[in-house]
């Protein structure tokens, strides 16, 4: 999303800067490629992972045998956990209850996601009148929104599954997916700007 907010501003940037529309596409690749040399020797190894159950009982299992690596006996007690797991084919995945259903739902949300995203600055300009700069700022409200509302749904789907002792996070998702009908019907039949980014940005928060 900060990549997405960044290029959006700096598309603005050059647009009013009246520079040729290749050199937009020339300098974001020229970031791009910065940034990758700064990742590739600046970004650090992903920690151990130590959230989930499974990782660890793996991670106890590679230290035991970290531990008995130099003993005779030790190696036969050792076993691979993932020798006794039989895989499911693809039509039991299939068949999982709620699989297809929520499958299919998360189509729609990302269809929204991604028509709302790619859309709405080409709606801002064309649909709404603005100018070009004007409407690329004024979509990344979207973005901010929407790293806004990651951290909000996170934290209120963390409290829905302690309370409920067991993963509970669909009710976070399916009220923010209800509220978003309010900020889009805003979107559609207001015509001014702040009214239209504060729209925009909760359009961000609840999708």
């Given at each position: 999303n900060f990549g997405d907010i960044f290029g959006l501003h700096w598309g603005a940037f050059m647009f009013k800067s009246q520079?040729?529309?290749h050199s937009i596409l020339?300098?974001?690749?020229?970031?791009?490629l910065v940034w990758a040399v700064i990742n590739m020797f600046f970004l650090r190894g992903a920690p151990q992972p130590m959230s989930l159950d499974w990782q660890i009982a793996?991670?106890?299992?590679?230290q035991a045998e970290d531990d008995c690596q130099d003993s005779a006996d030790c190696g036969n007690n050792l076993r691979d956990p993932e020798?006794?797991?039989?895989?499911a084919s693809f039509l039991e995945?299939?068949?999982v209850p709620g699989l297809m259903l929520y499958s299919l739902s998360y189509m729609c949300l990302k269809l929204v996601n991604y028509a709302l995203f790619l859309w709405l600055p080409f709606y801002l300009s064309e649909g709404a009148g603005l100018e070009k700069e004007d409407a690329d700022v004024m979509a990344t409200m979207f973005d901010w929104g929407f790293i806004v509302g990651g951290f909000l749904a996170g934290a209120l789907s963390d409290v829905t599954t302690h309370?409920?002792?067991t993963p509970m996070r669909s009710p976070i998702v399916s009220s923010?997916?209800?509220l978003a009908l309010i900020p889009l019907g805003v979107?559609?039949?207001?015509?001014e700007k702040t009214t239209m980014t504060w729209a925009i940005f909760f359009c961000g928060v609840v999708n």
């Open positions: 520079a040729p529309w020339y300098t974001l690749g020229a970031f791009m793996e991670q106890e299992a590679r020798e006794d797991v039989r895989y995945v299939l068949m309370m409920a002792g923010f997916l209800l979107l559609r039949i207001a015509h």
